[in-house]
């Protein structure tokens, strides 16, 4: 059994509502095709040459089955979410934002799926890694090849456990411990902190804080295998989401691809009109 796996329906009973999608599996059928193209095909071969880095992009969506995704917007001068050091630091599942954009994060990191990083070059699609110790200690390079992308690595402690039901040292070991080895392995202390799950209290803020992060992240939609999981009424997204996706394979995907499940995101994103953003550049 799988070591995040272990335990998680007992983790996930003590989840807040509306928070719960971090450990959920897919419920709902979607009635559109899905899971096109598959990862044999699709990443067997690279997007088109063109003078033109954009009509390059474009073609690269395509060839995974994908319309492509607007261009995302200048980055604002100011940031809207302006961080903190020490203190109650900042909790956010949204940036305060009326463009059409939506900001993609990926946890864990148990699946490693190289087709992936492909998949990423090609599409040169922004997204946030948030890295537990125990799914990446085996292979810390796969990580460093999507940070060479620009995607940065962020912390969600070391053995992602239930960070409520732990006391305020443990917690902060957790926490600062992984703080330690994503310095060590890919060169930048992180700024932004996940708690496992979704959940923290007031221990898990102060914790963080003192292992030098800036927030904590949580998420408005949960990206399943086919299926979006919305926290707010009206199962829309909204400018500013931020959505949580997982380094996960076909184990826990029911047969499909981290590939597979990415298209599906991209297709819900592409058709309720928004575009990715990259987080860093709004907190």
Not at 103 to 121: A, H, K, S, V
Request: proline content about 8%; hydrophobic content about 35%; overall charge positive.
């Amino acid at each position: 059994m799988h070591w995040r796996i272990k335990g998680v329906a007992a983790a996930c009973a003590l989840l807040v509502a509306g928070l719960g999608t971090g450990c959920t599996t897919e419920s709902s059928a979607d009635s559109r095709p899905a899971d096109s193209p598959s990862g044999s095909g699709a990443a067997s071969s690279s997007a088109a040459p063109s003078a033109n880095p954009r009509a390059a992009v474009e073609a690269a969506y395509r060839k995974w089955g994908l319309k492509p995704l607007a261009e995302a917007p200048e980055p604002p001068a100011t940031k809207p979410v302006q961080l903190k050091s020490g203190g109650q630091i900042p909790v956010i599942s949204e940036i305060p934002t009326k463009e059409k954009i939506v900001f993609l994060t990926f946890d864990d990191g148990t699946e490693q799926d190289p087709e992936f990083i492909t998949m990423m070059r090609e599409l040169k699609l922004p997204i946030t890694m948030f890295l537990t110790n125990a799914a990446i200690k085996n292979d810390y390079g796969y990580f460093t090849k999507l940070q060479s992308l620009g995607n940065p690595v962020e912390n969600h402690t070391l053995t992602h456990p239930n960070l409520p039901t732990l006391g305020a040292a443990a917690q902060q070991e957790e926490i600062c411990g992984q703080q330690t080895k994503l310095k060590d392995h890919y060169g930048t202390a992180p700024r932004l902190f996940r708690p496992p799950y979704g959940n923290w209290n007031e221990a898990t803020r102060t914790a963080a804080a003192s292992c030098g992060l800036q927030a904590i992240v949580l998420w408005r939609e949960s990206m399943q295998i086919k299926n979006m999981q919305y926290q707010l009424p009206g199962k829309k997204l909204r400018p500013g989401d931020i959505i949580l996706a997982h380094f996960r394979g076909p184990s826990e995907l029911k047969g499909r691809t981290i590939t597979q499940m990415t298209v599906n995101m991209l297709r819900h994103i592409e058709e309720q009109g928004f575009t990715v953003a990259r987080l860093e550049d709004y907190l």
